[in-house]
């Protein structure tokens, strides 16, 4: 597995002043082979709820383009899922925790991500919380006729609400 360490602030939300701020390394692995991904992502389970940060780029990424890399972030490594080098194993590997209600995953504007990995590879997200949906939620909830939408929102927390939504599938 390759890696490399990056600087990262001990805290997303603390504010760094001047140059003497303390910084903690965050591991990034390049994944090309299942095991070198976390057991506990890989065997969800309701002891081990996680939430990750998720993202996936590729060329002309939809049903039909190619998916190139999967981010995953956790707590304490972030990886990079090598979808070309690794094949579909590697991205079938995946599967279980991409499904997994036991593994949170925040994404923004899941929408391609979860057509491409549907049409490429059969796998339907669940669990997601998708931000930019999440920020047309928020702008909504200053509206009045924002309860109805509300409910809808809170049935939907995977990848059928990207189906609804983004009518694909």
């Known amino acids: 597995m390759a890696s490399t360490q990056q600087t990262l602030p001990p ?3 603390e504010k760094i002043q001047g140059e003497e701020a303390q910084f903690s390394t965050v591991p990034i ?6 095991s070198e991904l976390p057991v506990e992502f890989l065997e969800p389970s309701a002891e081990t ?3 990750i940060g998720f993202d996936c780029e590729g060329v002309d990424l939809c ?3 190619t998916l190139c890399i999967m981010q995953l972030a956790f707590p304490d490594a972030i990886y990079l899922v090598d979808a070309v080098q ?10 279980p925790a991409l499904e997994s209600n036991y593994i949170t995953k925040v994404i923004h504007d899941c929408k391609r991500d979860s057509e491409a ?6 796998i339907k997200l669940h669990n997601v919380v998708d931000t930019q949906f999440s920020s047309t ?3 909504h909830q200053s509206r009045r006729n924002s309860i109805c939408r509300l ?3 809170k049935q939907r927390r995977s990848f059928d609400y990207c189906v609804c939504c983004y009518n694909f599938g």
């Open 117 to 122: 990995l549907y049409f490429q590879f059969g």
């Open 63 to 65: 049903r039909h383009g």
């Open 11 to 13: 805290d997303p939300g």
């Open 137 to 139: 939620v928020k702008r």
């Open 49 to 51: 709820q996680l939430v």
């Open 151 to 153: 409910k809808q929102i």
């Open 29 to 34: 692995h390049v994944v090309t082979n299942p």
């Open 86 to 95: 690794g094949g579909e194993a590697v991205v079938q590997a995946c599967k």
